[in-house]
Structures are given as C-alpha cells and as structure tokens.
C-alpha cells in the first residue's frame, strides 16, 4: 500500500460516564463531528469509552462484532460515524465475543465505515477485575494503512514492552493506545508513553479519558509523542479534544540516524542463553 507522510489525528479526551452507553455516545459523536470539521484523518477514542469500567453489567451493553454502518450496536453507531465523516476512527468497546464471552475491543473502521482492524486487549488489568468479567485476546493486530504500519494496544499493554517492541521489529511507524488509565499513577503513563515511542523509534497516539467511575478518577494527559520522545501535544486534565498533524517519515530518518534495530543481537535476549554469574 502507498504511503502517505502527514496524518492529522485528534484525540477525543472525554469523560465516560458508567453504564450509560447513550449519554456517552451523544457526547463522542459531537466530537467526532468537530474533529471531522479539523480535517482529521484519524479519531481515537478512549478505552470502554461507551461504558466505563460497569463490567459487571456486560451482558447488558456489550455488542457483537460484526456489524454494518448504522445498526443499533455500538460498533455498528461507530462503523456509521467513520463512514458519514469519511475519517478513521477507533477505541475500544464492549464485545460480545461468538464464543459466548466478552472482550475489551478495539475496532478500527475506514472512512467507508468497513472494519479494517480488530484487536481483543492481550493483557487483562486485574486491578479493576478486568479478569474476572473478561477473556482476554490472543493476538497481536498490526495493519498496513495509508500512512503505514499501524500496531494496536489498550491501556494495560502500555507495561509491556515485549508487544511494542513485536510491533516495531515488523514495520511499525505508529501505535495507537486507547485507555482508561486511573491515578496517582499519571507520572508512569507518561514515562511509559515516551519510553515506548524511543525504544520503538515510532509516534505513539494514546488517548486516556478524564472524570471518575466508582472510585477511581482519571487524569486525561492524553498525548502524542514522536519518534525522539518528543511531546506534540499533551491534554490537561479536563474533556479536550486534542488535534495535530504528525510527519510519519521522521520514523525513517530517526530509525536510520540511530540504527538500534540493526544493533540488536537477539541470540543473546533469549531465555535459555547463559548468563555469567
């Protein structure tokens, strides 16, 4: 696929309100429109930005995958948003999986409102008893867009590198990260963020939602860090929508200025090399 270098991105920092899937969809689909009217080519919501953390009431709002532009389930109303605004949009939902249980879901649909990518979070976050309401995914989802490999994460995944660097060894200029990320821990996220763009030599987007849910509060700060480490743009804690235009080639001209990933020497990463004690 032909790649194009400028992508503008917006990222919809919104509060999500628990188990209120409508209120929370009237308030995303207003700043889908306006992100539309930037002239964004891609729109990233946060984590369960439908519902929350309501886990416990999955059965009542999760929605099947497989879905057509403008039918009732979220995925559908997400699929018709992406195809009435010809622009990219994703973040993670509810699903209810063929298999009778229910995943933390990231579906990315293409301006025509057809489902382009699909990735299920690999790494369940047991501190808000995602394991316990959830299964987790299995599988890694790295696609080729317009702009050029594009890997998927949720929130969690952020703590592990192994994924991000999976996705970098194969070709990827940009990770997109959805997230419902809680305090006090808003210095980690934004130590992880940068940490995951420089090792990775690739624009990190993640989007983090603000407001509170049974307890927990939430501290937005989503951000797009390039290449370098470098901070684009930043949210505060309050509802924003966050936009700018990023230049994939600088991937190419970081990664070839410093070329860790010729350096590597994975024969000795691997669990059975011996180590000198």
Not at 1 to 25: H, K, R, W, Y
Not at 48 to 67: E, K
Not at 80 to 101: C, K, N, V
Request: hydrophobic share 45%; proline share 6%; aromatic share 10%.
């Amino acid at each position: 696929m032909p790649q194009t270098s400028s992508l503008t991105v917006s990222l919809i920092q919104m509060d999500c309100e628990a188990g209120a899937p409508a209120a929370n969809f009237i308030r995303a689909e207003a700043l889908i429109g306006e992100a539309a009217r930037r002239g964004s080519d891609l729109v990233l919501l946060p984590e369960l930005w439908s519902t929350a953390y309501d886990l416990a009431h999955a059965a009542d709002y999760a929605s099947p995958l497989v879905q057509h532009a403008g039918e009732p389930g979220w995925f559908g109303r997400l699929a018709y948003l992406a195809r009435h605004h010809r622009i990219w949009l994703t973040g993670s939902i509810l699903e209810a999986g063929e298999d009778g249980r229910f995943y933390n879901c990231m579906a990315l649909y293409a301006p025509d409102g057809t489902l382009a990518a699909v990735y299920r979070k690999i790494h369940l976050f047991r501190l808000m008893q995602e394991e316990v309401y959830l299964a987790a995914g299995s599988t890694p989802t790295l696609v080729d867009l317009p702009w050029g490999r594009t890997g998927l994460a949720i929130c969690y995944d952020l703590r592990f590198p192994e994924l991000f660097r999976h996705y970098a060894l194969r070709g990827a200029r940009l990770i997109l990260l959805p997230a419902e990320w809680p305090n006090p821990r808003r210095e980690h996220w934004r130590t992880l963020l940068r940490a995951r763009a420089i090792e990775n030599q690739c624009f990190v987007v993640a989007c983090n939602r603000v407001g509170e849910s049974y307890g927990s509060s939430f501290f937005g700060a989503s951000a797009v860090i390039d290449p370098w480490g470098e901070t684009l743009i930043e949210g505060d804690a309050s509802a924003a929508l966050l936009t700018t235009t990023i230049d994939l080639s600088l991937v190419e001209s970081v990664r070839s200025r410093i070329p860790v990933f010729a350096d590597r020497r994975p024969e000795l990463y691997a669990l059975d090399t011996p180590v000198t004690r």
